[in-house]
């Protein structure tokens, strides 16, 4: 059968590479996808918003199965086209991706059936707003309601942090449509870590977890990013807690979405907190995770495509794992997530130098005479599997340590708590 993948990033390097592993599959293609992907999926002239064109020739060549890795044409309906037009895919309609694009609609949804999240309240207005931060304790969360690309939440400290937050989103469009509307929450404390299950409808398939590092630099400074790593599994989250987070959250809002009208197949994402009451929802993301796929992924030793047909068919499947852990390391361009050089050659790595131990999963990147080079925010994730986190982590580091570049910059501290502790 022929793969469709329609992304660019890394998450979708990580889905090439293993649909282009299972026996089912004979061609994958990924649309448009990047230039270091090549090895695992030939690449398309059409890009993610071309869904006239990408059904037409899904049609033509018969693709067997489509997997979307990105949240935006999952918000403007690809999966729907593809679906009408009878060809197979796994994520979700543009309704029922609505609960990660509209923060208000998931808070909404969390609220009416039960599901455990932090308090919250929705604003439009920003003298409204700024009148409740004057009740709120503090620290205090601040959402864009909308898609941000992962950058439209602020961890307030103080209340003229909060207000100011309120300003740049409410007065000042700092992310244009997506920040017309806010959500303030209430802090929580805790362990985070994020849990990805494969659904059809009520059917919930929970993968491992992962941990993802969100802030730019090391010991969680700086700016809010798209992630700067992360590491599977998880292990100072008890097997208790994971398991009460499948069977108070990921189920319950699986059912609740079949109850709305809008069964959800796909990806279900949960950014999760683990708080003294027990899990709690941070949010909800309707595909896979980047970066957590490219460490979750390669753990994985069942055919994911036949499981992918399993989830379909409404079959639940035994998914097997490895033992061994994974940690991913994001390289960056200096300055990211803000305003970024690009154009830097990147390394042609050496098998000498242990590469063929190490997957490299590329986003930003394009192609030159000369090689590959960067192109955008995040440019590629190395990452390691070891027979513990403290292994794996040792092994994408030294890996690092012989390509240093300047003009890139990655956080060195990817995991390091989780071994520490």
Not at 183 to 206: C, D, K, Q, R
Not at 224 to 239: C, E, K, L
Not at 296 to 323: H, M, N, T
Request: glycine content about 10%.
């Amino acid at each position: 059968m022929k793969v469709l993948v329609v992304g660019r990033g890394g998450r979708e390097h990580a889905l090439c590479e293993k649909a282009a592993a299972s026996p089912l599959v004979e061609k994958v293609y990924a649309a448009p996808g990047n230039p270091g992907m090549a090895a695992c999926a030939e690449l398309l002239p059409y890009n993610e918003k071309d869904h006239r064109l990408l059904v037409t020739w899904a049609q033509q060549e018969r693709v067997g199965l489509v997997i979307i890795g990105p949240e935006q044409p999952l918000m403007e309906g690809l999966a729907d086209c593809f679906s009408d037009a009878g060809i197979p895919v796994f994520a979700p309609s543009s309704r029922a991706a609505q609960i990660e694009g509209s923060k208000s609609f998931s808070k909404e949804l969390m609220e009416k059936y039960g599901i455990p999240t932090a308090k919250y309240r929705v604003f439009d207005d920003f003298v409204l707003a700024q009148e409740y931060v004057k009740q709120l304790d503090m620290p205090a969360v601040v959402k864009a309601d909308g898609l941000a690309a992962g950058k439209g939440v602020v961890i307030a400290h103080t209340k003229e942090e909060t207000v100011g937050a309120l300003r740049e989103m409410l007065m000042e469009n700092r992310f244009g449509p997506a920040s017309a509307k806010v959500v303030i929450e209430e802090f929580m404390a805790g362990e985070e870590f994020s849990l990805m299950a494969l659904v059809n409808g009520e059917l919930v398939v929970p993968l491992e977890l992962a941990q993802d590092h969100k802030r730019a630099f090391d010991g969680d400074l700086g700016p809010n990013t798209g992630g700067m790593g992360a590491y599977s599994p998880v292990s100072q989250i008890p097997a208790e807690a994971a398991a009460q987070a499948v069977e108070q959250i990921l189920e319950p809002v699986a059912k609740a979405m079949v109850r709305e009208g809008i069964p959800f197949t796909g990806v279900l994402y949960a950014g999760l907190m683990l708080t003294a009451q027990g899990p709690k929802v941070i949010e909800f993301n309707a595909r896979f995770g980047d970066p957590e796929t490219q460490v979750i992924l390669p753990r994985l030793e069942s055919d994911l495509i036949q499981v992918i047909f399993e989830v379909l068919a409404g079959r639940r499947p035994e998914l097997k794992w490895s033992s061994q852990a994974m940690a991913g390391v994001v390289l960056a361009s200096r300055g990211y997530p803000d305003t970024c050089a690009e154009g830097v050659p990147l390394p042609a790595f050496q098998e000498e130098d242990g590469v063929g131990d190490v997957h490299i999963y590329y986003s930003g990147v394009c192609q030159t005479e000369d090689g590959l080079v960067s192109k955008g925010g995040r440019v590629y994730l190395a990452g390691c599997l070891g027979d513990s986190l403290g292994e794996a982590r040792e092994k994408v580091y030294a890996f690092l340590d012989r390509y240093r570049q300047p003009e890139l910059f990655y956080r060195t501290d990817i995991g390091k708590k989780a071994v520490s502790q």
